[in-house]
C-alpha cells in the first residue's frame, strides 16, 4: 500500500512580528479597561479581548499605512469593538416594567394598601420580637417600655446618631418581617 505524500502548506500569517505584538498588547489594554468600565468579570474580559482581535482580523485588509500607524488603526478598532459590547450590555441588561394596578390587590397584600384592619394579616408583634437580632430587639424592647422615640433615645446608652441608625435598621427588620406602618393616627400600644 502506498501512502500518499502529505503538502504541507504554510499558512501566511497576514502581520509581522512587530504589529502582532501591538495587536495583542491593544487587545489586552482595551478588554482590561472596557471590562473595568463595564464591571465584567475576568472570563467575559478575555471574551472581550478574543472580540477585539477577531475584529482586528477581520478590518485589518483595510489598513492603509499611507493614512496612519498601525498602533493607531488597532486603537480605533479596539475602542470601537469595546462600544459594541458596551451596546449590547446595556441593551441586554434593560428593565422591563409591568404595568400593575394596586386596587387589583386582595386586602393587606399590598404594600401600598396599609389601612386595611383584617385580623387575619395582624402580626404576632411578640413572635416577630423574638426572631429579632439582639441589638434591634433592644431597641425595640425600650421603645416598648419609653412609647416614644425621642425618649427611648434619651434613656439609650446610645449616641443618637447611633441611636438613629439602630432605630432604621429596626424598621427594615420590621418590614422584612412583613410589618407595615399604619397610616392612621390611633397606634395599638404593644408591652414586650
Not at 434593560?94 to 385580623?119: K, L, M
Not at 434613656?155 to 432605630?167: D, E, G, L, T
Request: aromatic share 6%.
Amino acid at each position: 500500500m502506498s501512502t500518499q505524500p502529505t503538502k504541507h502548506t504554510e499558512i501566511q500569517c497576514p502581520w509581522d512580528t512587530q504589529r502582532l505584538q501591538v495587536a495583542l498588547a491593544a487587545a489586552h489594554y482595551h478588554a482590561q479597561r472596557g471590562g473595568r468600565r463595564l464591571h465584567l468579570s475576568g472570563v467575559d474580559r478575555k471574551d472581550l479581548r478574543q472580540d477585539i482581535l477577531l475584529a482586528l482580523l477581520q478590518q485589518s485588509d483595510h489598513f492603509d499605512p499611507a493614512k496612519g500607524a498601525w498602533s493607531t488603526f488597532v486603537a480605533v478598532i479596539a475602542r470601537h469593538a469595546v462600544a459594541d459590547r458596551e451596546r449590547v450590555e446595556r441593551l441586554s441588561h434593560r428593565p422591563e416594567f409591568e404595568p400593575i394596578e394596586v386596587d387589583d390587590f386582595p386586602a393587606g397584600s399590598s404594600a401600598a394598601q396599609q389601612d386595611v384592619d383584617d385580623p387575619t394579616q395582624l402580626l404576632n408583634l411578640q413572635r416577630v420580637a423574638d426572631e429579632l437580632p439582639q441589638a434591634p430587639q433592644k431597641v425595640l424592647r425600650l421603645l416598648g417600655i419609653t412609647g416614644d422615640v425621642a425618649e427611648a433615645q434619651r434613656n439609650s446608652p446610645q449616641s443618637c446618631a447611633s441611636f438613629y441608625r439602630a432605630i432604621a435598621d429596626l424598621r427594615f427588620w420590621l418590614r422584612a418581617s412583613g410589618l407595615r406602618p399604619t397610616r392612621s393616627a390611633t397606634r395599638a400600644h404593644a408591652t414586650l
